[in-house]
């Protein structure tokens, strides 16, 4: 069972430059999550989808977009990097009364 | 607004050793409560739920909404329970939605 895959596993970045994370999952499962992990700081909610084409704004949102045209991706576009989302970036996939089911994470840094 | 704290970042016990990793909340209504677990260079899984009231690998938690606590507890630690553990709470039926807290990293000395 692959679960949820994330891609790139790493990734470095220029300051502007724009790049796409990638999130597939293969549980049919209606909600998907992206947060990020930072030192000191926990999880935390980035966007969020309860359905294909339907998305909605978690606790940090700002230089990031996301959509959700299928059950399965759920892809996360930072439009400017900056270096302040130098971050680990996961994605999570759920469906009512399951637990969430996280990817292995996607390490960015931006210089 | 709703808020997870984990007061310790570091928690260190000898195996054989009871541990208790603590969780106080702020949320008004009923959240569900979960404890996530990370080991080393894994992904982040779910460890207990409090709706379950399952025990999983030795751990249990008690929700108290009086003291609005979900500590996790283990009677008798092990080397392979180190790992970085998060509480985290969500509204009702929306587990997509997690607050976490800042995690605490327990260390079972051998």
Same mark, same amino acid.
């Not at chain 1, 220029?14 to 990020?36: F, I, P, V």
């Not at chain 2, 108290?64 to 985290?88: I, R, V, W």
């Given at each position: 069972?692959?679960?949820?895959?994330?891609?790139?596993?790493?990734?470095?970045?220029?300051?502007?430059?724009?790049?796409?994370?990638?999130?597939?999952?293969?549980?049919?499962?209606?909600?998907?999550?992206?947060?990020?992990?930072?030192?000191?700081?926990?999880?935390?909610?980035?966007?969020?989808?309860?359905?294909?084409?339907?998305?909605?704004?978690?606790?940090?949102?700002?230089?990031?977009?996301?959509?959700?045209?299928?059950?399965?991706?759920?892809?996360?576009?930072?439009?400017?990097?900056?270096?302040?989302?130098?971050?680990?970036?996961?994605?999570?996939?759920?469906?009512?009364?399951?637990?969430?089911?996280?990817?292995?994470?996607?390490?960015?840094?931006?210089? | 607004?709703?808020?997870?704290?984990?007061?310790?970042?570091?928690?260190?016990?000898?195996?054989?050793?009871?541990?208790?990793?603590?969780?106080?909340?702020?949320?008004?209504?009923?959240?569900?409560?979960?404890?996530?677990?990370?080991?080393?260079?894994?992904?982040?899984?779910?460890?207990?739920?409090?709706?379950?009231?399952? *025990?999983?690998? #030795?751990?249990?938690?008690? @929700?108290?909404? /009086?003291?609005?606590?979900?500590?996790?507890?283990? =009677?008798?630690?092990?080397?392979?329970?180190?790992?970085?553990?998060?509480?985290?709470? *969500?509204?009702? #039926?929306?587990?997509?939605? @997690?607050?976490? /807290?800042?995690?605490?990293?327990?260390?079972?000395? =051998?």
């Amino acid at each position: 069972n692959a679960g949820v895959t994330q891609t790139p596993k790493f990734q470095v970045l220029k300051t502007g430059q724009s790049m796409t994370l990638q999130c597939a999952q293969d549980m049919n499962h209606e909600y998907m999550s992206w947060y990020r992990q930072d030192p000191g700081m926990g999880l935390r909610l980035i966007h969020y989808s309860v359905g294909a084409g339907i998305t909605d704004q978690g606790e940090v949102p700002n230089g990031y977009n996301v959509s959700r045209s299928t059950t399965e991706d759920f892809p996360l576009r930072l439009l400017s990097a900056a270096p302040s989302q130098t971050s680990v970036y996961f994605c999570a996939s759920s469906r009512t009364d399951s637990e969430a089911f996280f990817g292995q994470g996607t390490r960015l840094t931006v210089v | 607004a709703q808020r997870v704290t984990q007061p310790e970042k570091l928690l260190s016990v000898f195996k054989g050793a009871p541990v208790e990793l603590k969780c106080n909340y702020s949320y008004s209504g009923s959240p569900e409560l979960f404890w996530y677990v990370q080991y080393s260079r894994q992904r982040l899984q779910l460890l207990l739920r409090h709706i379950s009231r399952e *025990s999983i690998k #030795g751990f249990t938690a008690d @929700l108290n909404k /009086g003291e609005t606590s979900f500590h996790l507890k283990k =009677p008798f630690a092990q080397e392979e329970d180190s790992a970085m553990y998060y509480c985290a709470l *969500s509204p009702r #039926g929306s587990n997509y939605k @997690l607050t976490f /807290g800042k995690g605490t990293l327990l260390t079972v000395n =051998p």
